[in-house]
């Protein structure tokens, strides 16, 4: 039996720490989902976690520790407030099966990713500061991409890096499966009972095919795999394997010739010159300078007019020379992309009532998608084996009842905005339109100075919070979503502090400037009641 669950956000700016703690009449279980932040404050993540460890983790284990995906603004906690987190005592840690060491399509994933950030680095540092600034690399927004990804951020740890020989999880994750006493990593389609009067079913991380899937556009779906990876990004893969130009002739993918030095050593002509020639500013001698270090760099005596004609004038609308770079960004954007698709996906079901609490990580489009293809195909083809299907006990004594990712969207009553209301992690369609219940409630863990910080001007993104406000004309929803921001903890006025959802109560405590140590933190409780009498 379950006495009440209260739903605790803990406001660490950009950024997720959820505190769930659920009350039995005979003990408390609690389980805590991502605990990080964008942007460093480490001081401020430290006194969270000394406000998780004063109020009752240092007195019994953290039952549940669940990591949804790698990004900076989920595990980056873990790593600041490292002496407090030490300190605690971990039931299970759970992960998603992304991060399984010894399961075949996980290594392939991270041997995918690694490879990937490696390219990006190369393809950042191959270039002098000013060639960096003419293709935009310089940008912030590209920055804040590349560090999302290959950790340039100063506020990260080296040795956080993962082990790109290997293809190893994040240390961070090492860390923690060492401290945990049970490591779990869970497949889509999996169910966990072991919480009294809790159901929990994994929706995420979906298979590959749907991590890779890109959003919805007016001209069908976009997907982008290794292949395309491999073939755009051959010379700098190229690069990033080479540790000097002459080793990187000797593995070019083209005859030596044809090769335009680009990888640029300390103090070498190819570094004072390279500038000049990029930018259309060299003169004949400087040209030939540059010609004669290239064929001794190579080991070739004979003239070549591979130079000259790559830098005449006539020739200028057919050189690339950095051109392929400009997709940098693009690339840094879809493995961002990806790395949301590989969150765990839990709902939460409260078996006394069926209501559902939906955490959703940062999963983006193709997660969505593969419940709804899911559903597609089993309408199609009565053969079809649904992937996202559970046979739960019902209400009435041997009877059982069919849960898909469709009723738990209908019984969904608290919601986990996903990437901190981006537009593209909750779904119209297959998201929010399903999320039919008029009770329904969310809680958006964002900062949207810190989003600006970082010129991602459209997080908290306003057709979200407008879809959440009013009453869809095209939804079965007869009432707004009500929602709060972790940047402005301020009530609606739609929103009593106690209200009822389908058949439970509700009660919302708001704690701002709370005091810890010689800092403060500020946290919403969202406390769900079920009644005694209730069935599913």
Same mark, same amino acid.
């Given at each position: 039996?379950?006495?009440?669950?209260?739903?605790?956000?803990?406001?660490?700016?950009?950024?997720?720490?959820?505190?769930?703690?659920?009350?039995?009449?005979?003990?408390?279980?609690?389980?805590?989902?991502?605990?990080?932040?964008?942007?460093?404050?480490?001081?401020?993540?430290?006194?969270?976690?000394?406000?998780?460890?004063?109020?009752?983790?240092?007195?019994?284990?953290?039952?549940?520790?669940?990591?949804?995906? /790698?990004?900076?603004? &989920?595990?980056?906690?873990?790593?600041? #407030?490292?002496? @407090?987190? $030490?300190?605690? !005592?971990?039931?299970?840690?759970?992960?998603?099966?992304?991060?399984?060491?010894?399961?075949?399509?996980?290594?392939?994933?991270?041997?995918?990713?690694?490879?990937?950030?490696?390219?990006?680095?190369?393809?950042?540092?191959?270039?002098?500061?000013?060639?960096?600034?003419?293709?935009?690399?310089?940008?912030?927004?590209t920055r804040n991409l590349l560090s999302e990804l290959f950790r340039f951020e100063r506020d990260v740890d080296a040795t956080d890096e993962p082990d790109q020989r290997k293809h190893h999880a994040n240390p961070?994750?090492?860390?923690?499966?060492?401290?945990?006493?049970?490591?779990?990593?869970?497949?889509?389609?999996?169910?966990?009972?072991?919480?009294?009067?809790?159901?929990?079913?994994?929706?995420?991380?979906?298979?590959?095919?749907?991590?890779?899937?890109? /959003?919805?556009?007016? &001209?069908?779906?976009?997907?982008?795999? #290794?292949?395309? @990876?491999? $073939?755009?990004? !051959?010379?700098?893969?190229?690069?990033?394997?080479?540790?000097?130009?002459?080793?990187y002739v000797s593995k070019a993918p083209f005859d030596q010739e044809y090769i335009v030095p680009v990888r640029l050593e300390p103090g070498s002509d190819y570094q004072r010159l390279s500038p000049k020639l990029?930018?259309?500013?060299?003169?004949?001698?400087?040209?030939?300078?540059?010609?004669?270090?290239?064929?001794?760099?190579?080991?070739?005596?004979?003239?070549?007019?591979?130079?000259?004609?790559?830098?005449?004038?006539?020739?200028?609308?057919?050189?690339?020379?950095?051109?392929?770079?400009?997709?940098?960004?693009?690339?840094?954007?879809?493995?961002?992309?990806?790395?949301?698709?590989?969150?765990?996906?839990?709902?939460?079901?409260?078996?006394?009532?069926?209501?559902?609490?939906?955490?959703?990580?940062?999963?983006?489009?193709?997660?969505?998608?593969?419940?709804?293809?899911?559903?597609?195909?089993? !309408?199609?083809?009565?053969?079809?084996?649904?992937?996202?299907?559970?046979?739960?006990?019902?209400?009435?004594?041997?009877?059982?009842?069919?849960?898909?990712?469709?009723?738990?969207?209908?019984?969904?009553?608290?919601?986990?905005?996903?990437?901190?209301?981006?537009?593209?992690?909750?779904?119209?369609?297959?998201?929010?339109?399903?999320?039919?219940?008029?009770?329904?409630?969310?809680?958006?863990?964002?900062?949207?100075?810190?989003?600006?910080?970082?010129?991602?001007?459209?997080?908290?993104?306003?057709?979200?919070?407008?879809?959440?406000?009013?009453?869809?004309?095209?939804?079965?929803?007869?009432?707004?979503?009500?929602?709060?921001?972790?940047?402005?903890?301020?009530?609606?006025?739609?929103?009593?502090?106690?209200?009822?959802?389908?058949?439970?109560?509700?009660?919302?405590?708001?704690?701002?400037?709370?005091?810890?140590?010689?800092?403060?933190?500020?946290?919403?409780?969202?406390?769900?009641?079920?009644?005694?009498?209730?069935?599913?």
């Amino acid at each position: 039996m379950l006495n009440d669950v209260t739903i605790r956000m803990y406001c660490t700016g950009f950024g997720d720490c959820f505190l769930l703690t659920f009350r039995h009449p005979d003990k408390t279980t609690r389980m805590l989902i991502d605990f990080g932040v964008r942007g460093g404050q480490a001081e401020h993540m430290q006194a969270i976690a000394r406000h998780l460890h004063e109020d009752g983790l240092d007195r019994q284990p953290l039952d549940y520790l669940v990591i949804t995906h /790698e990004h900076e603004d &989920h595990i980056s906690g873990f790593r600041q #407030a490292k002496d @407090i987190i $030490d300190q605690l !005592s971990i039931r299970e840690l759970w992960l998603g099966w992304t991060e399984r060491p010894d399961y075949d399509p996980a290594k392939d994933w991270r041997q995918y990713k690694d490879q990937t950030r490696a390219t990006l680095q190369a393809a950042f540092q191959l270039l002098p500061p000013e060639q960096r600034e003419e293709l935009g690399l310089n940008s912030q927004g590209t920055r804040n991409l590349l560090s999302e990804l290959f950790r340039f951020e100063r506020d990260v740890d080296a040795t956080d890096e993962p082990d790109q020989r290997k293809h190893h999880a994040n240390p961070i994750y090492d860390r923690l499966i060492g401290q945990a006493e049970k490591t779990r990593y869970f497949m889509p389609g999996e169910f966990c009972s072991d919480i009294p009067g809790v159901r929990i079913y994994v929706l995420g991380p979906p298979p590959i095919e749907y991590i890779r899937r890109g /959003e919805s556009h007016v &001209h069908g779906e976009l997907y982008i795999g #290794a292949d395309y @990876i491999a $073939d755009t990004y !051959s010379f700098g893969r190229a690069f990033d394997s080479a540790t000097t130009f002459a080793e990187y002739v000797s593995k070019a993918p083209f005859d030596q010739e044809y090769i335009v030095p680009v990888r640029l050593e300390p103090g070498s002509d190819y570094q004072r010159l390279s500038p000049k020639l990029f930018n259309g500013n060299s003169n004949s001698y400087e040209r030939s300078l540059l010609e004669r270090r290239f064929q001794q760099m190579k080991g070739g005596g004979r003239d070549s007019s591979v130079l000259h004609q790559y830098f005449d004038d006539e020739n200028d609308w057919r050189r690339i020379d950095t051109d392929w770079r400009n997709s940098a960004e693009s690339l840094a954007l879809k493995l961002n992309q990806y790395t949301n698709n590989t969150s765990l996906v839990l709902a939460i079901e409260l078996i006394e009532t069926g209501e559902v609490l939906f955490f959703p990580g940062d999963a983006q489009y193709g997660v969505w998608s593969a419940w709804d293809d899911d559903f597609t195909n089993a !309408s199609n083809n009565p053969q079809y084996k649904r992937q996202f299907v559970w046979r739960v006990p019902g209400n009435k004594k041997g009877k059982k009842r069919t849960v898909t990712p469709e009723t738990l969207l209908e019984k969904t009553v608290f919601y986990k905005v996903g990437h901190h209301g981006s537009h593209n992690a909750t779904p119209k369609r297959t998201g929010l339109q399903k999320m039919t219940s008029p009770k329904l409630c969310a809680l958006i863990p964002v900062d949207a100075q810190t989003a600006r910080r970082y010129r991602w001007n459209d997080i908290p993104y306003q057709n979200l919070l407008d879809a959440f406000a009013n009453i869809p004309t095209d939804s079965r929803r007869q009432a707004p979503v009500r929602f709060l921001r972790a940047d402005d903890l301020t009530l609606p006025q739609n929103w009593p502090e106690e209200d009822e959802l389908i058949k439970s109560k509700l009660k919302v405590s708001l704690q701002v400037d709370v005091p810890v140590d010689d800092r403060t933190i500020n946290y919403v409780d969202l406390t769900i009641t079920p009644p005694r009498d209730a069935s599913a």
